[in-house]
């Protein structure tokens, strides 16, 4: 497969939760428990943190991890990674969420077997929803996907809408890890933003309007996304249960 880097993007400034990346959890704070839960993945030649924040570079510097700057405004985590491998030697760039802090080796390990099949250019992750509150919220991203696992349509949306009371309907979640070839990820960010990724506030969706569909791979949960501070207090308590920290 050549060689494969995981790139964590970092904006200090979220729109939804200023600052939410150098919160504390646990011991640590979210950054950090995501840089060092995909270094512990083992699965990749370099593991890095992509930022423009000054304080989130001392943070990962501070604990010998590998930081790159970003130098331009950017729209989305990709065009951020862009910028910096676009001069590197490099084959699959997997790109984790800077507040994903439970990232674990077998999802990503799924996820970077998808890269044996030639035609894939974009990967993803996705899980089963049994929350109906989950299903409604547009904080949390749907897919719909094909019988091959490629994806269909991204929305905040719920979808599928149940209009059949008789067809049992599964929703997935999409779970915002993406691995990519390297030329897709040169693609994506050399086309325009697209409508529905406009309207929708959903990146992926710029693959999907270019003709390009993500190849998705199951997986059982990952822990707790952290938008918002109702979010941190969650993922503070599923740490708590999974370590006592």
């Known amino acids: 497969?050549?060689?494969?880097?995981?790139?964590?993007?970092?904006?200090y400034d979220a729109t939804r939760f200023p600052g939410k990346l150098m919160k504390p959890l646990g011991d640590s704070t979210v950054i950090r428990k995501v840089y060092e839960n995909t270094l512990a993945t083992g699965l990749f030649d370099e593991v890095s943190v992509v930022t423009d924040?000054?304080?989130?570079?001392?943070?990962?510097?501070?604990?010998?991890?590998?930081v790159y700057r970003s130098q331009r405004s950017h729209e989305s985590g990709s065009d951020r990674i862009a910028e910096i491998v676009e001069h590197m030697e490099v084959d699959i760039i997997l790109n984790v969420q800077g507040d994903m802090p439970f990232v674990k080796r077998a999802p990503l390990e799924k996820l970077l077997a998808c890269f044996n099949e030639p035609a894939v250019q974009?990967?993803?992750?996705?899980?089963?929803?049994?929350?109906?509150?989950?299903v409604k919220n547009p904080n949390v991203v749907k897919v719909v996907v094909d019988k091959f696992s490629n994806s269909l349509l991204f929305s905040r949306s719920p979808i599928p809408y149940p209009r059949s009371k008789e067809q049992p309907v599964t929703w997935y979640e999409h779970v915002g890890v993406y691995a990519y070839r390297k030329q897709a990820l040169m693609n994506f960010t050399a086309w325009a933003m697209t409508p529905l990724e406009a309207a929708e506030k959903i990146e992926c969706l710029r693959?999907?309007?270019?003709?390009?569909?993500?190849?998705?791979?199951?997986?059982?949960?990952?822990?707790?996304?952290?938008?918002?501070?109702?979010?941190?207090?969650?993922a503070a308590a599923f740490l708590k249960k999974q370590t006592g920290v």
């Open 1 to 11: 497969m050549g060689k494969t880097i995981a790139m964590i993007p970092a904006r």
């Open 122 to 134: 974009v990967g993803s992750l996705m899980q089963e929803m049994h929350d109906a509150e989950g």
């Open 53 to 66: 924040s000054d304080v989130i570079d001392a943070e990962i510097t501070a604990i010998g991890g590998k």
């Open 207 to 234: 693959y999907l309007e270019n003709g390009i569909p993500l190849k998705m791979v199951i997986t059982d949960y990952l822990g707790v996304n952290i938008d918002t501070p109702e979010d941190l207090e969650k």
